[in-house]
């Protein structure tokens, strides 16, 4: 400050919103000075002097007022610094307008800076005493809320633009009228123009009229700092970022709507006023060729483009912004010049927010491909442009199972529409897609390539046909924010890295069948089973798993979606031990087997596959257990879907119901309580410490002989005696056999005790020499006395062959096909299968050891072997004794 400042004798206060430039005017009014003396008398330099003594003097202090002049002012002026301050444009500076500090200007390209000249409002002028606002010197100041009309461009009477240049410093300012010096010789130069701009005319509109409001929304925004409204609620923006939002709509505005679309977008006065200026208006000339890059130089014209940006992004929302830009996209695209696609609207500015990028592609979502849908998160409140890192997708990657987890997979599944097999690795990549910037083929490469890039397009375009596909979408991408922002307990870049030659060896699985009590099966059953915790471990589908071929086929994955289905909860968890050990092995101990994402991310979407949280567990069960094929059964049940089904038993097994006895010694229920009251200490004590036998043991301890053999393995025990040694213990003629069991129908038990072995050795020798035993019961026992009583009576060329009521159906069946043309047409006749009369006839002739019947042949009938004639002619003698042959109904398909 300078030592010879001194306060000034009276002091005028600025009015609330007053320009430092029209303060200091009044000031020197009320003061009967002229502007220069009061300038001088404040601190502030003049600029009448010459040379360097220029430098660092700006020709508006309005713009910017140094640290040391906003001192000296307010000692002189008695005002507060921050006052002072307030009345220049610095007020404004990065919410309405960009300075340049150091140069101290206003940047005219970016936010619709204005570098000199004001606006004005002749209203306030007229009302005020000529005291003018420091919100006219803005771009975004069109209308005047008080007045309610629009701000005037220029003096009436000189045409040009108010306070472009500064007043005269020799004079004292009258600020009601035009400073600007004047057009002819009429008048002094410092006097100015001296037109009254209170008598200037503008456009007078309702309050409620659409550039109004855009006015007051406007100001609003600029005041706070922040942009809160419509397409801004969920993500507010600093109040420049949504000022250069403004701006760019408004160039696209001015420059691409034509006269009809524009009258569509904003009310007709200032639409008409906008294309119609008046005869000699010379700011109309000048919005260049590109119209909305800098300030319009018109009020009209930019309370008309901003009137139709505020249309757009004042919609509630961002995709209901979006339908409103898209008619003026679909113009920009038919003319041709400018490219609209998701990234084009970096064209269209370069500081614009991310809530107009989201708007702008809200706005093509309809032309947009699926795989844009989740790169650009398009569904969701606020789409964006992709901002995965290949770091992020590295990360997500160690984090997403190669085959989508079920419980989510059948939630997005529509019904019938994609098989299961392509569905969940399609699904998977699409997690990868979601706001990244890769392709199909290298989001599957990611995943162990598991599908074809080909596929999961093909799988998209499926699913982007169904209504639901916006919520399926919006189910990814939430789900892969979530992967994101949480620790994921499995590694699954490293599951899909492991090595699973060794996963559950022959030997493994039957210690699990054995202390499950689940059937072995045949070697595809554990082909099954292993295949299956394959998936379970790796997160890989079936069809990878190593060392297994023919598995790539729908009859495999049937089988292994049948007895996966049936599978118990012991087997469930015996599987589970089994793959911990496996992690174990391969030194993963922190880790679970299985993990899938909440399904409370889904909560309030509307997907195309059931709930199977709504699924009634115990029905299901029930239902499980009833049929051999239950999966389709249950979901027609319990109206829901078949992928459902397998879901919620992969989760939650079927129990076995309680076993009867027979079913027990099937599932090996006796099996575990053998291995409860006889533990291996006690096995072993018996059966090698003391010599006892097996069936000593087994009378001993009431556990049958074959389930204490099985336990001997399962403890690893050596049992004394193999499989073929009944053999060596002695052998059975079969003459005798046939004699003891068949004709004196004496007991397997008796014989075995006659000839000191088991019943189970004797068995085998009547299986040895082709003895057919004896059905169980008492009722079966009746029937084979009186078919041993009738096989007496029988001729002898049929006694050795009818040993059983099946071998009487078998020959009445011959004696009664023999007369017809074919076999064919005999078993028509006899109301029978085909296959079940030659089968019976087949086994006849190996009976006998001879040929019955000459097969038929084009143009020769079916005719009987000599042979054939004798045992026709036998068996109608014994069915003289037994009752005739029956030609109608007998057992369809009766065992042999």
């Known amino acids: 400050m300078n030592a010879g400042l001194r306060t000034l004798p009276i002091r005028v206060a600025p009015l609330p919103g007053e320009a430092l430039d029209s303060w ?102 007229g009302q005020n005493g000529g005291r003018w606002m420091l919100s006219w010197r803005l771009g975004w100041s069109f209308a005047c809320l008080d007045h309610q009309r629009l701000l005037a461009d220029c003096c009436p009477h000189c045409g040009r633009i108010p306070r472009q240049r500064s007043r ?91 006269e009809e679309d524009l009258v569509q977008w904003t009310a007709d006065d200032i639409a008409d006023a906008h294309l119609r200026p008046r005869p000699g208006c010379t700011l109309a000339a000048r919005a260049g060729d590109r119209p909305g890059f800098m300030a319009p130089p018109r009020a009209v014209s930019a309370a008309t483009a901003v009137t139709a940006a505020l249309h757009i992004l004042g919609q509630p929302d961002i995709h209901q912004a979006g339908t409103t830009l898209r008619p003026l996209l679909e113009r920009i695209r038919g003319e041709g010049e400018v490219q609209v696609s998701p990234t084009s609207i970096g064209q269209w500015s370069r500081r614009t927010s991310p809530v107009l990028a989201a708007v702008h592609l809200a706005a093509l979502t309809p032309s947009c491909r699926p795989i844009d849908h989740l790169r650009h998160r398009l569904p969701t409140p606020i789409p964006r ?120 060896p022959t030997e493994r699985w039957a210690a699990v069948c054995r202390r499950t009590g689940t059937p072995r099966g045949a070697g595809r059953r554990e082909q099954i089973m292993r295949c299956h915790l394959f998936q379970r471990i790796s997160s890989l589908p079936i069809e990878a798993a190593p060392g297994h071929r023919g598995i790539d086929d729908a009859e495999f994955r049937a089988e292994h979606a049948h007895v996966t289905a049936r599978q118990t909860p012991e087997l469930a968890q015996a599987l589970d031990d089994e793959a911990r050990a496996f992690l174990a092995d391969h030194h993963i101990d922190d880790e679970p087997v299985t993990w899938h994402p909440p399904t409370t991310l889904l909560d309030g979407l509307t997907l195309p596959g059931p709930d199977p949280d709504r699924v009634d567990i115990q029905l299901l069960h029930r239902l499980v257990r009833q049929r051999s094929r239950p999966v389709r059964h249950a979901a027609e049940t319990l109206g829901t879907s078949v992928e459902t089904v397998r879901h919620l038993l992969e989760e939650h097994p079927a129990p076995m119901p309680p076993p009867s006895g027979s079913q027990a010694r099937a599932t090996g229920q006796i099996f575990k309580k053998a291995m409860e009251s006889l533990p291996k200490q006690t096995f072993a004590r018996l059966y090698l410490d003391e010599q006892c036998s097996l069936q000593k043991i087994a009378d001993l301890t009431g556990v049958s002989r074959q389930t204490l053999a099985r336990l001997a393995r399962e403890y690893g025990i050596p049992l004394r005696e193999g499989p073929q040694d009944y053999k060596r213990r002695g052998s059975i003629d079969r003459d005798w056999l046939i004699e003891q069991y068949v004709h004196c129908r004496r007991t397997l038990p008796d014989l075995a005790r006659e000839k000191g072995m088991s019943v189970a050795n004797m068995n085998r020798w009547a299986h040895t020499h082709n003895i057919p035993l004896r059905p169980r019961g008492g009722a079966s026992h009746a029937t084979e006395l009186r078919m041993s009583e009738q096989t007496d009576k029988t001729p002898a060329t049929l006694r050795d062959v009818l040993t059983s009521a099946y071998a009487w159906q078998r020959l009445e069946r011959f004696v009664a096909a023999h007369s017809y043309s074919t076999i064919g047409e005999a078993a028509r006749t006899l109301s029978i299968t085909q296959s079940a009369l030659t089968t019976q006839i087949a086994r006849l002739e190996s009976d006998f050891g001879q040929p019955l019947l000459k097969r038929a042949e084009r143009g020769r009938a079916m005719q009987l072997t000599p042979f054939g004639e004798r045992v026709v002619e036998a068996a109608r003698e014994a069915f003289g004794g037994r009752g005739t042959a029956k030609r109608g109904k007998g057992p369809a398909q009766p065992r042999d």
């Open 385 to 504: 442009l992709p901002r995965a890192t290949d770091q992020d997708i590295e990360h997500r990657r160690r984090k997403i199972s190669s085959v989508f987890w079920s419980s989510w997979a059948v939630r997005l599944a529509p019904p019938d529409a994609v098989a299961a097999r392509i569905l969940g690795p399609a699904l998977a990549a699409c997690l990868l897609i979601v706001d990244s910037r890769i392709d199909y083929g290298e989001a599957t490469r990611h995943l162990g390539n598991v599908i074809d890039g080909t596929d999961v397009s093909r799988v998209l375009q499926l699913l982007d046909d169904h209504p639901c596909w916006p919520d399926i979408v919006t189910a990814l991408v939430r789900l892969a924010d979530h992967l994101d922002s949480v620790d994921v307990p499995i590694d699954y870049a490293r599951r899909r890295s492991l090595n699973y030659t060794r996963l559950l």
């Open 168 to 258: 005269s410093l020799r004079v004292i300012p009258d600020s009601r009228r035009c400073g600007n010096p004047p057009t002819g010789p009429e008048r002094a130069f410092t006097n100015g123009c001296g037109f009254d701009l209170a008598e200037a005319d503008t456009l007078r509109l309702e309050a409620s009229h659409p550039a109004m409001m855009a006015q007051a929304l406007v100001r609003d925004t600029i005041e706070k700092g922040t942009a809160d409204f419509g397409a801004y609620t969920l993500a507010p923006q600093p109040s420049a970022a949504a000022l250069s939002d403004i701006r760019a709509v408004c160039g696209r505005v001015l420059s691409t709507l034509l």
């Open 24 to 125: 200091l005017e009044a000031l020197a009014q009320r003061l009967h000075t002229p502007l220069g003396e009061v300038t001088r008398n404040t601190g502030l330099p003049s600029r009448e002097k010459t040379g360097n003594q220029l430098r660092g003097i700006p020709p508006d202090w309005t713009i910017l007022m140094g640290p040391q002049q906003a001192a000296a002012l307010a000692a002189t002026t008695g005002l507060d610094e921050d006052r002072i301050h307030a009345m220049t444009l610095r007020h404004y500076d990065q919410r309405a307008l960009e300075i340049n500090i150091e140069r101290r200007y206003v940047n005219r390209w970016v936010l619709w800076g204005r570098g000199a000249g004001s606006r004005f409002c002749p209203d306030c002028l």
